[in-house]
């Protein structure tokens, strides 16, 4: 696997129910963001890590949890959302953050909440 | 972090050099200029970016002018792969990319 890679590419889930999104990048970087983008709007930064510590949490709802156990690997847990969080799901790696290192994207989750 | 300009839609032939402009008035010394694509549904793809001079790669050019208030990106060779959401981006040392909504360019047989 090379670049940044997501899984699942695709997800449906009830209100009630609790997802992973996991996300792994192979590019030795140390920074790694959540983005979200919903229909016909831009995306928008959730979340950034640098060496495994949150620096920025951009006023996400508690219900959109992140973890990252490592500079590699970042999940984004999912409990009780709405279906207004149904959306795309884009994790990103740079060098670090807080830097004007090139950001890469990973493929995505197209996420549906029923 | 600087606000950038970009007409919402345009038109390529395919095989013809597609020039996307943006501008970018208020951009400061250290702030770099970066381009990235979306293709419907599909992560944002990094094309090129630069600070001052102007940048070629594999993919594209990059055209910055002297004031830096405004950048091109020329694709030499449309193909109807290229066909895409073209964002141009100022970043400063932050390292926050803020997307606006972008150039859809719309490649034509």
């Known amino acids: 696997e090379t670049g940044v890679t997501q899984t699942p590419r695709h997800l449906v889930m009830g209100m009630t129910n609790k997802k992973s999104l996991k996300c792994e990048q192979h590019?030795?970087?140390?920074?790694m963001y959540w983005y979200k983008q919903s229909a016909k709007k831009p995306l928008e930064l959730m979340f950034v890590?640098?060496?495994?510590?949150?620096?920025e949490n951009n006023s996400v709802p508690s219900r959109f949890s992140p973890e990252c156990p490592n500079s590699s690997h970042l999940f984004l847990h999912l409990h009780t959302l709405q279906p207004e969080d149904s959306a795309l799901y884009l994790c990103a790696s740079s060098g670090t953050s807080g830097s004007a290192d090139t950001q890469y994207f990973g493929p995505g989750t197209r996420l549906t909440v029923l | 972090d600087a606000k950038t300009t970009q007409p919402p839609s345009m038109d390529c032939a395919e095989g013809r050099a597609a020039n996307l402009p943006c501008n970018h008035s208020t951009i400061s010394g250290n702030e770099y200029v970066y381009w990235y694509r979306q293709i419907h549904s599909q992560g944002p793809q990094y094309i090129i970016h630069g600070l001052k001079n102007n940048e070629t790669n594999e993919m594209a050019s990059l055209i910055i002018t002297e004031d830096r208030k405004s950048s091109t990106l020329i694709l030499p060779h449309a193909t109807l792969r290229d066909t895409a959401v073209y964002y141009c981006i100022v970043l400063k040392g932050t390292g926050k990319l803020i997307f606006g909504q972008g150039t859809t360019l719309q490649v034509k047989p």
């Open positions: 590019l030795g970087h140390n920074a």
């Open positions: 890590y640098n060496f495994k510590e949150q620096t």
